[in-house]
């Protein structure tokens, strides 16, 4: 099973600032990807999907690079509540079922 | 809103013991998953689980580990001889498809197990 690498942070962002973090894969088979959110000692939880295309979802954009191998999450206008570690996460590819999570990117929002 | 439940929340046992953990998938769900954290660490896949039958499992799901469906709506992991290694927190997750195509798979709130 491949890698997903993010950086871990923690990023300290003042509220209503503009943050964005990267993710690396390593198996190019890679179809899917995924941002999920993780609060402290909590279950993850999906955020959104990450489209060839880019996508929006409200103050949140995802982008995919399939050449370099990388996917970007843009958060507008942070929140106290988008406090948080996002989980980048990947399918194995080949058809397999699981998913491949990152370590997560540790975001903190300060008043 | 439907959910995956798990139990217990937290387990403490000795080195040694078995274990089981319990989850109830959403009931309309078809994939079953379990994944664990250890502390500090990624979320790691251990099995995938349809039409009654492991589809994929990971390099961490050793002869130590099996998984079971025993009535049609408990889903159990269990643990046949724990190691101190094995502390972690398991996730259960149940998906309505194949999670590697829609990503969305629906996490219970863990089960946290210390070993001793």
């Known amino acids: 099973r491949k890698e997903v690498e993010q950086d871990p942070g923690p990023f300290n962002v003042p509220e209503g600032a503009t943050v964005a973090f990267n993710c690396t894969y390593s198996?190019?088979?890679?179809?899917?990807f995924f941002w999920y959110r993780q609060d402290c000692r909590k279950e993850p939880k999906l955020l959104m999907s990450?489209?060839?295309s880019g996508n929006e979802d409200g103050r949140f954009t995802a982008q995919l690079n399939r050449a370099s191998q990388y996917i970007s999450l843009l958060i507008r206008d942070s929140k106290l509540s988008d406090s948080a570690t996002y989980l980048c996460?990947?399918?194995?590819?080949?058809?397999?079922?699981?998913?491949?999570f990152g370590k997560g990117t540790h975001l903190i929002i300060q008043p | 809103e439907p959910e995956v439940t798990q139990t217990p929340s937290h387990q403490v046992t000795q080195m040694g013991q078995e274990v089981i953990l319990r989850c109830v998938p959403i009931?309309?769900?078809?994939?079953f998953y379990w994944y664990r954290q250890i502390l500090g660490q990624k979320v790691e896949f251990l099995v995938s689980f349809y039409n009654n039958e492991i589809s994929e499992k990971s390099e961490i799901f050793d002869d130590q580990f099996s998984v079971e469906r025993p009535d049609g709506s408990n889903f159990t992991l269990k643990i046949r001889s724990t190691k101190l290694e094995d502390s972690a927190m398991y996730f259960c997750?149940?998906?309505?498809?194949?999670?590697?195509?829609?990503?969305?798979?629906?996490f219970g709130e863990g089960s946290r197990l210390t070993v001793l």
């Open positions: 997750a149940s998906s309505t498809t194949s999670g590697t195509n829609t990503g969305e798979l629906f």
């Open positions: 198996n190019s088979a890679s179809q899917s």
């Open positions: 009931s309309n769900h078809l994939y």
């Open positions: 996460v990947v399918n194995s590819g080949g058809g397999a079922d699981g998913l491949t």
């Open positions: 990450v489209y060839s």
